[in-house]
């Protein structure tokens, strides 16, 4: 509120010293880091006045709630910019299939983009046709050196019977690999070796006689992956079977 009238300065209990500009501001914006003009001003006007403290106090509820507001707004942000990205990465991803001649290209931008988004430390691919258990495609993408690389299905410690499991069951979550019954002896020794502590294996399966395993692997100390990222994984999973069913 906006006073007329200069405050009666003989009702001030004794002793009262106005507050300082320095203290009084320090006291109720610390709090916020967001622009509030208004709010701004106001405080700006009650510390070089000797207004009673109700009015400091008025605007110090002013501030908490301000603060309030702003570490909401905050939250809100920062839980929806993941999926934002998420969006963000399958319209790129659904634009590149409408663009892209070669397959292949196509198949390694989904892998370099998942292992961006989640911000993990490699993807792999693998893809076969038929019975014929000799993969077609194979790649990896490390994205700790942002490079290809080929990686060979049999020195990956992968064997057909983890696909065939793996495709009843679609997918498989990974925390930690160390305690992985699912995984044979040799695929846990790839793991240990290459120091891949974390992974999602997701079956790849088009309807067309073509299908395989897409891996998204983080090297130690490893992590826990999130229901946003095992959302995500199964999306790109998705990705890659219409690719390859084109």
Known sequence: PRYTRAPNTSALPAGFQPK????LMARCTVKTTVQHPLLTAQLAQCAISDRPTHLE???????DTYFQQDRELS??????EPYERFIECSQAINQRHNNVDETADLLKFICQQAAEIIG???TGLWLFKDTLYQPFFEIEYDNI???F???RFQSCG????????????????LHDTSAAAILNPNSRLFLTEHKLASIIDLSINTGTGIFGLFRIAQVSPGRTWSLFEQQFAYLMADKISLAAYR
Do not use: W
């Not at 939250?75 to 929806?80: I, P, T």
């Not at 992968?158 to 979550?173: P, S, T």
């Open 145 to 147: 050196h942002a490079r």
């Open 75 to 80: 939250q809100f942000a920062a839980r929806s």
């Open 120 to 122: 993990a430390s490699r």
């Open 20 to 23: 300082t500009p320095h203290n």
């Open 57 to 63: 106090q008025l605007l110090n509820i002013i501030s």
């Open 158 to 173: 992968l064997d057909l019977a983890y696909i065939e499991e793996l495709k009843n069951q679609h997918c498989g979550v």
């Open 149 to 151: 690389t080929p990686m």
